[in-house]
């Protein structure tokens, strides 16, 4: 592994040392190893059924009725393994947030905006009706959602889906979390709008100093925003280090034929994915 | 008319509609619901006129000669007295007049007079739908309980004994016939154990309460006699129980699949992501939409529970209108079987449009669109 590996594992935020997971007799994850630091953006990539969203439900404590889980997830000097369930909830939202694949999914239809940025936000922070309305449209405004005002009475379906990924940003950054897991949120939206996000993304890390997992099986995303790569197959890490040396020289086998597999290969839509313009846009 | 306020009276009737207009697109811009709401209400006033319009047509195809049916042995050997009869009720005029006196006689409360009764129909459904409408309402707002209840349970205890116990529970309720249920209730909790009072809305030594709404235990209650109160509520409970048992049953299951559905959703996910209390993810993300499916066979359910009264009302002598729609309907009592047609057709409607206003309320998508 790099040095600069070695030496970021000392202190990062979140460190995922031989996790497993079985759920049915069945190993779903098999000792995964991960750590993200703040203020970086920790790519994970794997083909689909590798372990990929297991591994972000395991941070949360949400994986299916009846997983088998074992491993250490360490946050701030704490087990979240080994947490009751009444402090894992204080640490869900709060310190750890999850952005989910399908915003058309994952946002409340039946729930304002509002609400379901101000819920959580309340409960964990304790804040007024007043005080979580503000913080909420300062929200809106900081992942640029116009008129955040009058956006946040309204209701998911009234957002395109650009918009609802952006919101459910929001909802996941609305209590200041350290950690903010995201598991592929730009696969189910358009391709003119998944730059966008991933900006957002980028310099939300930046500004804020959080911890980024973003999962995806798209190299040429991953190439365009991480800082450190780690490719999963199986329920392994086959493969972990700064994004120049997984990308351009990756060691394992499994790596140069997920890179070797790509369409075009990864340097090309790594090019396409930065080159897209901040400004840009995204349609209504 | 004098001429000179005619002018006046042309500028106010060009002015009203385009001022009444644009009243209306403000508030459909800024109260959508109130908007959902009115377009609802006009649809349910256009199919009460159509259920005037069925119930009359459908009764008059019935065969049979409701004078043959009134008239003595003697009297319909008589041609004269059979043809001053049928003057005497209308029955000699054209079909479409009848249907247009029989329109205007229903919007002023008229519904004709019995021939069974002999007094207006209105006095009897008057005093008849009351008793029907507490004992049917009792029942819905039981079923809604714990059928609702019932099933969150089951869903949020799935596979363990709570559940099992609620299937077999829901199954006896659907599968039991609600007459026989209402015989075997009757019999052993009346005649066998003595533990719920006999027959009728209360007991018999006891005045009702002053008429206010016609239902005995809320008349009881607005009038502090809760002597009253106890006797209404303690004879309601029994029917009432029995009456709700099917839906109960049906709500139960409904009510257990839909929270389980919704319970897998990406949205419940998230919002256990976001560390909220367990008991706000049931309240305001779990059941609200659960409740959508819920209230669409609820809805449909009351429509099986009303047709249940009948029996129900037969077996704990329950003085309502199945009773009295029975009777009606085999004496060919015309008026009467048009007003309780009218009645139950009302009471459909009611539910319906209950029904559309809180898939209203609950989702935002079917009254924003
Ligand atoms: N609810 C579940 N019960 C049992 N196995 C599951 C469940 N969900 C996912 N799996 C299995 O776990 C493995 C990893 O899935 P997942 O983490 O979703 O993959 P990825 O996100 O990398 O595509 C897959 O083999 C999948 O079949
Ligand atoms: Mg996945």
Known sequence: ?????????????????????????????????????????????????????????????LLPHGARVSGRIALAGRDLLSLPPKQLNAVRGAEVAMVFQDPATSLHPMLTVGRQLTEHMRHHLRLSRGEARERAIDLMRKVRIPGPEEAIGRYPHQFSGGMRQRIAIAVALACAPKVLIADEPTTALDVTVQAGILRLLRGLCDDLGLAVLLVTHDLGVMSAVADEVSVMKDGLMVETGPRGQVLVEPRHAYTRALLESLPENAGNAAAATAGAEPSEGEPA | MSPTSAPSKDRAGGAAPDSRKAVRGRVARRHPFARFLVRRIITALLLALGITLVTFILTNLVPGDP??????????????????????????????????VHLSGVLHGDFGQSQQSHRPVA?????????????????????????????????????????????????FG????????????????????????????????????????????????????????????????????????????????????????????????????????????????????????????????????????????????????????????????????????????????????????????????????
């Open chain 2, 67 to 100: 004078a043959a049916a009134n008239l003595g042995q003697r009297a319909i050997g008589d041609p004269a007295i059979v043809a001053q009869w049928r003057a005497d009720h209308g029955l000699d005029k054209p079909l479409p007049q009848q249907y247009l």
């Open chain 2, 174 to 369: 659907i599968s039991v016939p609600t007459f026989w249920l209402a015989l075997v209730a009757f019999y052993v909790f009346f005649y066998r154990l003595q533990i719920t009072p006999g027959s009728g809305r209360i007991d018999p030594g006891m005045t009702p309460p002053p008429h206010a709404t016609g239902l005995y235990t809320v008349d009881a209650a607005l009038a502090g006699q809760w002597d009253v109160f106890a006797s209404a509520a303690g004879h309601l409970v029994t029917p009432a129980l029995v009456l709700a048992l099917y839906t109960i049953g049906l709500l139960t299951r409904f009510t257990r699949s839909a929270v389980l559905e919704v319970l897998g959703q990406d949205y419940v996910r998230a919002a256990r992501a976001k560390g909220l209390p367990g008991r706000v993810i049931l309240f305001r993300y779990v059941l609200r939409p659960a409740l959508v499916p819920v209230i669409t066979v609820a809805g449909l359910a009351f429509g099986s529970l009303l047709s249940g009264t009948v029996l129900v009302e037969a077996i704990f002598a329950w003085p309502g209108v199945g009773q009295y729609a029975y009777k009606s309907a085999t004496s060919l009592d015309l008026p009467a079987v048009m007003g309780v047609g009218l009645v139950v057709g009302v009471v459909y409607l009611v539910i319906n449009l209950i029904v559309d206003v809180l898939y209203g309320v609950i989702d935002p998508r079917v009254r924003l669109s």
């Open chain 2, 123 to 171: 006095d009897d459904l008057a005093e008849f739908v009351p008793a029907t409408l507490e004992l049917a309402g009792a029942a819905i707002l039981i079923s809604l309980v714990l059928g609702v209840g019932f099933g969150v349970v089951a869903a949020l205890r799935r596979d363990r004994l709570a559940d099992h116990i609620l299937r077999v529970t829901s199954l």
């Open chain 1, 1 to 61: 592994m790099s040095e600069r590996h070695e030496t970021a594992a000392g202190n990062g935020v979140l460190a995922i040392e031989g996790l497993t997971v079985a759920i049915g007799g069945k190993e779903i994850l098999r000792g995964v190893d991960l750590t993200l630091e703040p203020g970086r953006v920790h790519g994970l990539a794997g083909e689909s059924g590798s372990g990929k969203t297991m591994t972000g439900l395991a941070v949360l404590g």
